[in-house]
């Protein structure tokens, strides 16, 4: 079904198209990922259990050329720890001025497992050389990463690798995500805090995205921890799974294979333990060194956007304040008015 003010107001809140059938223009056909049916995880239950699952995955790969795309994060830190000798592909911003402290630990994770570190150098003529790449494959308007992920693929394609890794389920599998697990929301309460942006601020036409949050309503509270399972996980890996596919490149999480066979501890993760089992493993790997602190992928959206006056195109408001908007925001009503001006002329 063709249904555009759809399919923008749900790239808007979500961040992808949340319903299957839904494309923008004809001839399009969007493809979300598909998380791993929970059959086919490993339960874990202590430090020690994850480290021996993920050594496990690792033998399958023993006979290929292996690549990781490594942060400054505990997670890509970690599967550092299985692929001593491997290539590691780590971003680098604006010459290595952005976010310069998580740069140094990925370069000091290197050097420990003695890693090939290559840098993938990241400007925003990178991001507008892979962006219209990544909106054709995905049939939509795309996430502020694919483009860098991309380059990162493809200069690992061109070094030979032929299975790339990455840590980016941990959060969810594990507990990571504290903001969002910070309380006990009331329904009104996540769904404003959830929302990336709200398409009433910015659509014309917006479509109300409040039937996918009436899901799991649980009176005037949510089952959020379900909603992140069922939604988010599918709109974070899907950047990863898309971006990789365009550069037709092997990708493989072994968070992903893994799910934890006790309840999550939330008082643990709400008093300082966000990912409590995952910072007792990081502490096993690199015992010399404080467990770092959860950082996002790096991308300076901020510094992109600083001057952007906002969009034009008939579908957005005129006229919008935006400095009301995060620089992540400003990346959407920007990149939704791109993926609009080539293929709604």
């Not at 749900?10 to 949340?18: K, L, T």
């Not at 299975?163 to 910070?182: H, K, R, T």
């Not at 006990?184 to 995205?209: G, I, K, S």
Request: aromatic fraction near 14%.
């Amino acid at each position: 079904m063709i249904d555009k003010n759809f399919c923008m107001s749900s790239y808007m809140a979500f961040r992808y198209i949340e319903k299957e059938n839904m494309d923008f223009y004809p001839g399009m056909k969007h493809k979300n990922f598909t998380p791993v049916p929970n059959n086919e995880k490993a339960l874990v239950r202590s430090a020690d259990e994850i480290d021996k699952a993920i050594a496990v995955q690792f033998k399958q790969f023993e006979n290929k050329k292996k690549g990781i795309m490594l942060s400054g994060g505990m997670d890509s830190a970690i599967v550092a720890s299985y692929m001593s000798g491997c290539d590691a592909y780590t971003f680098r911003f604006l010459g290595g001025d952005f976010q310069s402290e998580e740069l140094k630990r990925a370069e000091y994770y290197a050097n420990y497992y003695k890693l090939n570190l290559h840098y993938v150098d990241i400007s925003w003529d990178t991001v507008t050389e892979h962006l219209n790449a990544v909106m054709e494959a995905k049939c939509a308007p795309v996430h502020s990463i694919e483009p860098q992920i991309l380059q990162a693929a493809l200069q690992a394609k061109a070094d030979g690798i032929e299975m790339m890794f990455v840590g980016e389920s941990s959060d969810l599998v594990f507990g990571g995500m504290d903001g969002l697990l910070a309380k006990d929301w009331t329904f009104d309460e996540f769904v404003d805090r959830y929302t990336f942006t709200n398409p009433e601020d910015v659509l014309n036409e917006p479509v109300d995205m409040s039937y996918l949050y009436e899901r799991y309503r649980k009176g005037n509270n949510i089952d959020f921890l379900s909603f992140m399972d069922d939604v988010f996980s599918i709109e974070s890996s899907s950047s990863y799974y898309n971006a990789f596919g365009v550069a037709n490149m092997p990708y493989y999480d072994p968070y992903a294979r893994l799910k934890m066979a006790d309840k999550l501890d939330l008082n643990r993760v709400r008093n300082g333990e966000p990912k409590y089992l995952i910072r007792e493993l990081m502490a096993k790997k690199y015992p010399e060194i404080p467990v770092p602190n959860k950082v996002p992928m790096p991308r300076p959206v901020d510094k992109y956007f600083e001057s952007w006056e906002g969009p034009t195109r008939k579908e957005f408001k005129q006229g919008l304040d935006m400095s009301k908007f995060t620089g992540n925001q400003k990346w959407q009503i920007w990149c939704l008015e791109k993926f609009l001006n080539i293929y709604d002329k």
